[in-house]
């Protein structure tokens, strides 16, 4: 798909600001100083956002991420120092043109706030925001650790993934629909002081995380209250990882890590954090919103806003809903972008200007308009927005045709305005248009085609005024047919022009459902084999529909951008002859294409 290289350079963020933060009253509310950034920018964005028990250490991690010492603050008291979910907008390091969009979140479990439902909130905000999620903690991963971890089972009672349907009844969603656009899951566990080794053996990180998510068999309420929280990490998130950090410092001197050089922490801690550093930027993928969309910073505000004012209004977060409403204010600007780029290019040229040379101008910045559409718009229902665009293109350009060359100055007064033929005013009318002609650059006409009209003199006789008349209307109507060939050939190269971007924009479309289908369905194909090398036979056969859903939505969608490409031509064709038809009918402007061979009206 043709682009438009509009991508600015990241805004310079030397320190965090604050994203969104809790009022007196508890409710989370959104600044408006972030949003500007964010909206400044027009990269597309890697978010990774930190959650976790206060005082855990999350901000320096966080720092870590950023190549910096100090930024997020630590604090050194056993008070949860992080208020709300702060911001740090900063050059991705390993991918050019994309923007690390670090989260850093309020402390989860602080004695002093005594409002869980907003720890409730702030996990569920860090989980639909970002692209990797790291939940940090301490000393190792037990059952009391997963307990903490309580969030994850209350996140499909804070969080919708599809829209409710008619008569707002909500459909049921099982977990594939939430893997969809859940994020990574990194478990970040800090002061681990344990030797890495299960009956015996060592064990990677890894498999110490899987191991403590390892399922009990049986039924009854104590199993089920065991095997929710892990039920959950297993199949709501796409990918798992686990990091361990040594002590960085003996205890005392905790307090003044961020102060402490790199020489003054212990060897394995530099190397762990290194490692961890180096897979979150290596690993993270740009965000995602349900069907696949990558986003840039400004749709990321817009997500933001839009969250935030659900879980204001007393409702549940949709995705699906905020795809919908962040679309049509999207699509609308991009429409507006186009748009301004087409008139922009076409006031810039030269008039009077041959009709070919204004061809030529369109096709450009109409190409170039389209391309800007292209690039902003997603979810566009129907294309119905693209119609819209189509719509003023083609009557944008039916506009950009005045009569700029000679003939169409003299037979514009003469012929359809000047019926008071007498021989003073066909003789002041003729001496300005010649004068203009010889002043004007670009010249519509050759001056050797017009001295048949001007090397006769003016004779005032009644018969020489009816033929020079009649000629000059015959010359109109041999005009007036080549700017007809010419538009219409414009028509049918906008034509092409659109079916072109927009058989690219499917293609992408597609295959962004299909990355987006790929990755759950590699998710439940991995945890349907662990299920069945654990004896959940049970488990395992549930989720085989899981897979053959996903298999079978991959498989038909390839079918469907088919399907979609053969609706293409028929609303191109459709939509630019009802433009170009719709202002003949209305205003007697342009000729439909079985008038445009013998039809002789007014073009403007």
Known sequence: MKTINLVQP?????????????????????????????EE?????????????????????????????????????????????????????????????LLDTEGLGDVEKGNVKNDTWIFALAVLLSSTLVYNSMNTIDHYALEKLHYVTELTEHIKVKAAGEGGRQE????????????????AVRDFTLQLKLNGREISEDEYLEHALKLKPGHGKEVAV?????????????????????????GEQMSQLAALPDSALHPQFLVQTSRFCEYVFQESQVKTIPGGQPVNARLFGSLVQTYVST??????????????????????????????????????????????????????CEGEALALFMQRSFKDEDRAFQKRLMVCDARGFSSSHPPQCLSSQVTHKQVTGAL??????????????????????????????????????????????????????????????????QLMKDQERSHQEHVRQLEAKVTEEVASAQQEAKRALECKLKEHEAMLQQGFKEKARMMEEEIA????????????????????YGQVLKVMYDAFVSDDDNDNRHPSPSQASGRTGRWM
Request: charged letters at 20%; hydrophobic letters at 40%; aromatic letters at 8%.
């Open 41 to 101: 920018i027009t990269q597309p964005v890697v978010v990774v956002a930190i959650a976790g028990l206060y005082r855990t250490g999350k901000s320096y991690l966080m720092n870590k991420l950023a190549s910096r010492r100090t930024g997020f603050s630590l604090g050194s008291t056993v008070q949860s120092h992080t208020k709300g979910i702060w911001m740090w907008c900063v050059p991705h390091p390993c991918r050019a043109g994309h923007t690390l969009v």
């Open 549 to 568: 859903e996903l298999r079978q939505e991959m498989s038909t969608q390839k079918m469907q951008e088919l399907f979609n490409m053969a609706k293409v």
């Open 420 to 485: 008071d033929f007498s021989a003073p005013v066909y003789l002041r009318d003729r001496c300005h248009v010649v004068e203009d002609f010889r002043k004007a650059p670009n010249k519509g006409v050759k001056v050797s085609l017009w001295s048949l009209y001007f090397s006769l003199s003016f004779l005032p006789k009644e018969e020489k005024q009816k033929a020079e008349m009649l000629e000059q209307q015959q010359k109109v109507v041999e005009e007036k047919q080549l700017q007809m060939e």
């Open 311 to 364: 879980i204001q209004s007393g409702q549940v977060p949709c995705p699906e809903n905020a795809v919908t409403t962040m679309a049509t204010i999207e699509n609308e600007a991009a429409v507006k972008e186009a748009l301004a780029h087409y008139t922009a290019g076409m006031a810039a040229q030269q008039l009077p200007a041959e009709l070919g040379e204004l061809s030529e101008a369109h096709g450009k």
């Open 226 to 250: 065991y095997n929710t929280t892990r039920d959950c990490l297993r199949n709501y998130f796409p990918t798992r990882k686990c990091f361990v950090f040594m002590p960085p410092v003996p």
């Open 10 to 38: 990241l805004i310079p963020m030397p320190a965090p600001i604050c994203l969104m933060e809790n009022s007196p009253a508890g409710e989370l509310q959104v600044q408006q100083e972030a949003l500007r950034v964010l």
């Open 172 to 187: 049921e969603e099982d977990s594939a629909e939430f893997v969809r656009f859940f994020p990574a899951f990194v478990w």
